[in-house]
T-cell receptor, first 115, second 114 residues
Framework: DQQVKQNSPSLSVQEGRISILNCDYT??????FLWYKKYPAEGPTFLIS?????DKNEDGRFTVFLNKSAKHLSLHIVPSQPGDSAVYFC??????????????FGQGTTLQVKP | DAGVIQSPRHEVTEMGQEVTLRCKPI?????LFWYRQTMMRGLELLIY????????DSGMPEDRFSAKMPNASFSTLKIQPSEPRDSAVYFC????????????FGSGTRLTVV
């Protein structure tokens, strides 16, 4: 029962173009969503987040969109750079239900940005 | 701050042996999480602690897995006996007041059971 799903195991884009990573969730109690980035031999690091009261959050080249009715979020990277090549994990939390921030992660999507 | 420190970085063991993974969280963080990364399931939450007390261990796959946090600066994840299907990367993370965006992960322990 995977509550957070990333259906694309991998994505390859050209440098300078847009990268779009997708994530779906099933638990309607989730109210906080995050993206983490992971390089080989390192732990995941926080990238960007969004609360369920918003539908968009932007931080430089990174933008996260949330569609609550579809239980879908996406991460846009514009323009993509070779240094963005990494595994991206989508994560969700149900803070409002008394949960104290336990994160449920997806399977990850490996992004390759070609020079 | 040195961040979350995990040891060992790599562990190769034979099936049936006991394996102990170690984690030192960031000082002052009151939540500690153990995750396992596999290709099929991504990052799975195994167990988490708040102020050294286990809160949710529903992700622990079997009785062969156990975790302890004897004090605020140390936690262990033990597998006994180990099996080849336990091969994965195990991550420890800590946070302050359980803030999701405040998770800091260690570099992980790559476990191979042969």
């Amino acid at each position: 029962d995977q509550q957070v799903k990333q259906n694309s195991p991998s994505l390859s884009v050209q440098e300078g173009r847009i990268s779009i990573l997708n994530c779906d969730y099933t638990n309607s109690m989730f109210d906080y969503f995050l993206w983490y980035k992971k390089y080989p031999a390192e732990g995941p690091t926080f990238l960007i987040s969004i609360s369920s009261i918003k539908d968009k959050n932007e931080d430089g080249r990174f933008t996260v969109f949330l569609n609550k009715s579809a239980k879908h979020l996406s991460l846009h990277i514009v323009p993509s750079q070779p240094g963005d090549s990494a595994v991206y994990f989508c994560a969700a939390s149900a803070r409002g239900s008394g949960n104290t921030g336990k994160l449920i992660f997806g399977q990850g999507t490996t992004l390759q940005v070609k020079p | 701050d040195a961040g979350v420190i995990q040891s060992p970085r790599h562990e190769v063991t034979e099936m049936g042996q006991e394996v102990t993974l170690r984690c030192k969280p960031i000082s002052g963080h009151d939540y500690l999480f153990w995750y396992r990364q596999t290709m099929m399931r991504g990052l799975e939450l195994l167990i988490y602690f708040n102020n050294n007390v286990p809160i949710d261990d529903s992700g622990m796959p079997e009785d062969r897995f156990s975790a302890k946090m004897p004090n605020a600066s140390f936690s262990t994840l033990k597998i006994q006996p180990s099996e080849p299907r336990d091969s994965a990367v195990y991550f420890c993370a800590s946070s302050f007041i359980g803030r999701a965006y405040g998770y800091t992960f260690g570099s992980g322990t790559r476990l191979t059971v042969v």
